[in-house]
């Protein structure tokens, strides 16, 4: 009780929270009548003395004078369970403190900090509610602090470029980050920590990016709307959460799941919701042999689409995305994107028929909207443009926002801003109510309401391959695991067979382009290369295109390092295991002890790179072999430079 007292008296004083494990300590304190916070791991400190509170524009700083004037401590120990994705069920146990705060000066405004510390993480959020003369306000900048070693490696792609989250990662250290970068920001601590910087439940707010203040301390960057402030709120209100993912090891943190249990349940009825692997018109059009225009080499005409309907039944592949189909992608398409329509097609594409004759093959139609990232012409036709879809039966939808920035309310914004923010979750919710699934490119960054929207199914949100043929090495897919994909799926367009294009070369082997169907989550995966050269070229690979799913039961980390390569298993719904890796420009072997399985016998398909194969010299070498295990064996599997394997273990019958 006297502990309790002095926070009730305003004195400086702290308070522990605790993971159930005891490993994690989060610690607040109240000092000279402001708000911090310190992590520690193993008693060891990770995140040191940190500043939190608010600039608000035409009000005081919120977060001096501060007195708290109520603690609520209680234990969440539930099983949050997923309608799809990497893993089913999720642990959601933790030790949370909400910290009802005042000030002692006028004009006496209050507000609640909400920690959480779980085994792998430390999460907090503000909730300001309304109170009299204090019903709107406009945020200047958010304080929030994350004080860590300046000597921590960080992963880092750049903030507010003009390619958004596409950029290449680059291996720095704290005290190098002279701009802002992007979430999640993964790093490296001097004792061996893994730590990464992310946030959750991201809503009508700018998107957190980090930078190195003057104090040489990070700090959140909110993306700022087109006049300079950060957002525009109407109270009650609350931020999204802050979140700091923790791992002894880089292969653990992959499976960090925290984001998801820091959203809400569903909001509505989602059983509808199916994953998807899906064929399209779309890679043909990258190396050239269509356009997205309309004229003599246009890619989507109605008898292309009928040609790739009929290519998914004979591939066993149950969807079908169609680019280019609408009208405005006459002459510079990223210029007259304002001129989109979205429920007028080119004359030579009929949807309601490619409709009418992919329903008759059980084939779903992913539609496609490229908005250019004019959002004004988008918004004015969305509610029209998605009933369309809905009255042919489309149910997915992939769209695109190509362009530095976003014209939206007649102003140039940044896509992770504010009113980039609300756009986007505006589409998803028409989705819902329509019944539709999206694929989101040039995204806002996952922050996990894929649990409570779970027809957000992917979303692009950092370079795919598209960047093949000279923009992304090997060691790219080989970050995005410790990365960009800690905030969820992404469509990585993978299977592309035809490595030696001179248009786009890959740098890549042939089994690696099926390993990332493993590597790579996506609640809508692309098997993205043009039907004739699955079928000509390559039918030793088919059985695992076809079979390879989309939705996992549970996920098990093996090996791996930032960077240099990634190992992952992974078991379907249906019991089976796919097993996948991938490394950068040096080849390596890897063990893989499976004792993950369950009792029994399993039947190993084992697609390999050859002994020679080579990203750049022996692209196509490759094995293919099956035996009989059981979980008390291991195997051995080369990966050449650049390369990769991929493993189905099915029950033996």
Known sequence: MFKWAKWLNGKDTEKEIVSPNGRNKCTVALKSKQIFYKVDRDNKPIVGLSRLGFDICGEKMLGNNLRVIRIVTKNIDETVEMLWGEDRLIKNKCQEVAFYCAEDQEPKRIFTLRFRVYDNAVAFRYEIPPQPKFQQITIADELTEFNIDLNTTVWKIPAYQPDRYEYNYEKATVYDLNHSVHTPLTMKTPNGCYLSLHEAALYNYG????????????????????????????????????????????????????????????????????????????????????????????????QHAKEYIDAAVRLGIPGVLIEG????????????????????????????????????????????????????????????????????????IKTGYAGSQILIHGRREYHHSQAGVNHYQKTVELAAKKHICLDIHEPIKGTGIERTWPNLLTREGARGQEYEGGAISPSHACYLPYTRLLSGGMDYTNGIFDLANSVKRMSTTLTRQIAYFITIYSGMAMAADRPYIYEERFKDMLKFLRDVPTNFERTVPLAGEVGEYYVVARKARNGDWYVGGVTDETGRKVNIGLNFLDEGIYRAEIYADSNDAHYRDNQFGHTITAKNVSKNESIELYMAPGGGFAIRLSRSK
């Open 207 to 302: 998107a957190a990016t980090i930078k190195l203040s003057a104090e040489n301390k990070l700090k959140t960057d909110i993306t700022p709307l087109s006049d300079g402030t950060k957002a525009h709120v109407s109270l009650p209100f609350e931020t999204p959460w802050r979140l700091i993912m923790i791992a002894d090891s880089a292969i653990e943190l992959t499976t960090n799941r925290v984001m998801y249990c820091l959203n809400d349940p569903p909001r509505g009825d989602f059983s509808w919701v199916r994953t998807l692997k899906f064929i399209g018109i779309w890679w043909a059009m990258y190396v050239g042999e269509w356009t997205w225009a309309p004229g003599e080499r246009h890619g989507a005409t109605t």
């Open 325 to 396: 189909w609408n009208d405005g992608w006459e002459g510079d398409w990223l210029e007259n994107g304002i001129n989109n329509s979205f429920t007028k097609s080119t004359p030579d594409f009929d949807l309601a028929e490619v409709a009418r004759y992919a329903r008759a093959r059980s084939v779903e139609i992913v539609g496609h909207h490229e908005t250019v990232g004019f959002v004004d012409n988008y918004e004015k036709q969305l509610e029209e443009a998605y009933n369309f879809y809905a009255a042919n039966g489309v149910h997915f």
